[in-house]
C-alpha cells in the first residue's frame, strides 16, 4: 500500500486513544465523511460513520476558509456518530500537492534525503521553509544501482488550514494523507487485480475528480480533471429552484416532487460533460504516452450515484467500468449497516484513510 503520507511530517508525541480506535476523516469541499476505526491497517474495521454536508464557501482553492464552520461540522458528525477516538487520518486535495517521481543512485539514508531536498530545491516554485516534503523508495534498479523515489511536497499553510481545524473541533491530527493515495490504498484493500494488470481509479469529488492509474499494485500515474458534483448541483438549483442541499439529494435518483424522468433530461447533458472530461483525461494522461490498455475502471465519490453516469462513461471509455466498492473487504460493525453500504462509494477515500497509522511509512 501507499504509505507516502506522514507527508506532512507530522510527528505526534500525543498519541492518546480510545481502545486503539481512529477516526478517519475525509474533509472534501462539500461534505465531511467520518468513519470511526480500529483493526490492523490491512483490514480496517468500521465502528461509526457519519455524513454531513459544507457550505460551499468552507473549503476553497484546496484549503480550509473558514475552520469554524469546518470543526463544528466535525464535532457535529463525532457526536451523531458516537466515535470516542480522539486521533484522526486526514488528507489534503492532491491538486494542491507536488508529486514527482526521481530516480538517484542507491545510497545510505541520509545521503538520500540530502539529495532528495537538493533534488526539491529544483523543481519546487516555493522556498522549501514554506513547504512540507515527505518521500519514499517506491522501486530499486539493481541494474543501475539505482532507486525510484516519488516525493512529495505541500505548502504548510494548506495542511495547517487541516490540522488546525481538526484540533478546534478537540481532536488531534496524528497522519495527513493526500486524496490520490488513499484512493489507491482502499483499492490495495479491497481487489486484488492480476500480475501487471493496468486499471484506473477516478473519485468523483464535487469540484474536481481525482483519478490515479495502477499497474498492479503500483500506482504509474496520478491526476485530476476540473469537473465534479457541483456540475449536477447548479444545473438543478438554476432549473428547479431548489437548494443546494436539496440539490445535493434529488441529483441521485430524483424525489417525490421532483421524480427521475424530470430530473435526468437535466442532467443527461452534465454526465455526457462529465464522461468527455474524463475521457480526455484519461486519453491524454495515459493512451497518448503508451499502447497499453486500461483493463478496468472503478468509479467512486458522491456522483458515482447519478443514475446513467456509469453506463455513459463505459459506452465513452469504451472499457469496462464499474461501481467501486469500498467495504468488499472491510469489516463493518455498525448499526446501520444498510446506510451505510447505500452511500459507499462516497466513502472510498474515507477508507483508504482508514488503511493508515500514526507512524507507519
Given at each position: 500500500?501507499?504509505?507516502?503520507?506522514?507527508?506532512?511530517?507530522?510527528?505526534?508525541?500525543?498519541?492518546?486513544?480510545?481502545?486503539?480506535?481512529?477516526?478517519?476523516?475525509?474533509?472534501?469541499?462539500?461534505?465531511?465523511?467520518?468513519?470511526?476505526?480500529?483493526?490492523?491497517?490491512?483490514?480496517?474495521?468500521?465502528?461509526?460513520?457519519?455524513?454531513?454536508?459544507?457550505?460551499?464557501?468552507?473549503?476553497?482553492?484546496?484549503?480550509?476558509?473558514?475552520?469554524?464552520?469546518?470543526?463544528?461540522?466535525?464535532?457535529?458528525?463525532?457526536?451523531?456518530?458516537?466515535?470516542?477516538?480522539?486521533?484522526?487520518?486526514?488528507?489534503?486535495?492532491?491538486?494542491?500537492?507536488?508529486?514527482?517521481?526521481?530516480?538517484?543512485?542507491?545510497?545510505?539514508?541520509?545521503?538520500?534525503?540530502?539529495?532528495?531536498?537538493?533534488?526539491?530545491?529544483?523543481?519546487?516554485?516555493?522556498?522549501?521553509?514554506?513547504?512540507?516534503?515527505?518521500?519514499?523508495?517506491?522501486?530499486?534498479?539493481?541494474?543501475?544501482?539505482?532507486?525510484?523515489?516519488?516525493?512529495?511536497?505541500?505548502?504548510?499553510?494548506?495542511?495547517?488550514?487541516?490540522?488546525?481545524?481538526?484540533?478546534?473541533?478537540?481532536?488531534?491530527?496524528?497522519?495527513?494523507?493526500?486524496?490520490?493515495f488513499a484512493l489507491e490504498n482502499m483499492f490495495e484493500a479491497n481487489y486484488s487485480p492480476p500480475g501487471n494488470e493496468?486499471?484506473?481509479?477516478?473519485?468523483?469529488?464535487?469540484?474536481?475528480?481525482?483519478?490515479?492509474?495502477?499497474?498492479?499494485?503500483?500506482?504509474?500515474?496520478?491526476?485530476?480533471?476540473?469537473?465534479?458534483?457541483?456540475?449536477?448541483?447548479?444545473?438543478?438549483?438554476?432549473?428547479?429552484?431548489?437548494?443546494?442541499?436539496?440539490?445535493?439529494?434529488?441529483?441521485?435518483?430524483?424525489?417525490?416532487?421532483?421524480?427521475?424522468?424530470?430530473?435526468?433530461?437535466?442532467?443527461?447533458?452534465?454526465?455526457?460533460?462529465?464522461?468527455?472530461?474524463?475521457?480526455?483525461?484519461?486519453?491524454?494522461?495515459?493512451?497518448?504516452?503508451?499502447?497499453?490498455?486500461?483493463?478496468?475502471?472503478?468509479?467512486?465519490?458522491?456522483?458515482?450515484?447519478?443514475?446513467?453516469?456509469?453506463?455513459?462513461?463505459?459506452?465513452?471509455?469504451?472499457?469496462?467500468?464499474?461501481?467501486?466498492?469500498?467495504?468488499?473487504?472491510?469489516?463493518?460493525?455498525?448499526?446501520?449497516?444498510?446506510?451505510?453500504?447505500?452511500?459507499?462509494?462516497?466513502?472510498?477515500?474515507?477508507?483508504?484513510?482508514?488503511?493508515?497509522?500514526?507512524?507507519?511509512?
Open positions: 500500500m501507499s504509505a507516502l503520507s506522514n507527508i506532512l511530517n507530522l510527528r505526534v508525541t500525543n498519541l492518546f486513544r480510545t481502545d486503539g480506535r481512529l477516526l478517519s476523516l475525509d474533509i472534501g469541499s462539500s461534505a465531511v465523511k467520518l468513519l470511526e476505526i480500529d483493526g490492523p491497517a490491512d483490514r480496517p474495521r468500521i465502528r461509526a460513520f457519519g455524513s454531513h454536508p459544507l457550505a460551499p464557501s468552507a473549503v476553497q482553492n484546496n484549503m480550509i476558509q473558514e475552520p469554524d464552520q469546518v470543526a463544528a461540522v466535525i464535532r457535529t458528525l463525532v457526536a451523531e456518530s458516537g466515535a470516542k477516538a480522539k486521533q484522526v487520518i486526514t488528507a489534503v486535495p492532491g491538486p494542491a500537492v507536488i508529486i514527482k517521481k526521481i530516480q538517484l543512485p542507491h545510497q545510505e539514508p541520509g545521503e538520500l534525503e540530502n539529495s532528495v531536498l537538493f533534488e526539491a530545491g529544483n523543481f519546487i516554485p516555493e522556498n522549501l521553509e514554506n513547504v512540507n516534503l515527505d518521500f519514499q523508495i517506491v522501486d530499486v534498479i539493481e541494474r543501475d544501482n539505482q532507486v525510484e523515489v516519488l516525493l512529495v511536497a505541500v505548502k504548510k499553510e494548506i495542511i495547517n488550514s487541516y490540522t488546525s481545524a481538526i484540533r478546534m473541533a478537540g481532536l488531534e491530527p496524528a497522519v495527513v494523507d493526500v486524496d490520490y493496468i486499471v484506473a481509479l477516478v473519485n468523483i469529488g464535487a469540484r474536481y475528480s481525482s483519478i490515479n492509474i495502477l499497474r498492479g499494485s503500483r500506482s504509474t500515474f496520478t491526476g485530476d480533471v476540473p469537473v465534479g458534483g457541483k456540475e449536477f448541483n447548479d444545473t438543478l438549483v438554476r432549473n428547479l429552484g431548489v437548494s443546494y442541499v436539496e440539490a445535493e439529494t434529488i441529483k441521485l435518483g430524483g424525489t417525490s416532487d421532483h421524480p427521475l424522468a424530470e430530473i435526468d433530461p437535466l442532467l443527461q447533458p452534465v454526465k455526457e460533460f462529465i464522461a468527455d472530461e474524463i475521457h480526455r483525461a484519461l486519453s491524454f494522461f495515459w493512451t497518448a504516452a503508451t499502447d497499453e490498455t486500461i483493463s478496468a475502471v472503478y468509479v467512486s465519490g458522491g456522483a458515482a450515484h447519478v443514475p446513467g453516469l456509469v453506463t455513459l462513461l463505459h459506452e465513452r471509455l469504451e472499457m469496462p467500468v464499474q461501481l467501486a466498492s469500498p467495504f468488499e473487504r472491510v469489516d463493518v460493525s455498525v448499526r446501520d449497516r444498510e446506510g451505510l453500504m447505500k452511500d459507499a462509494p462516497s466513502y472510498a477515500i474515507a477508507v483508504g484513510l482508514a488503511t493508515r497509522r500514526p507512524g507507519d511509512k
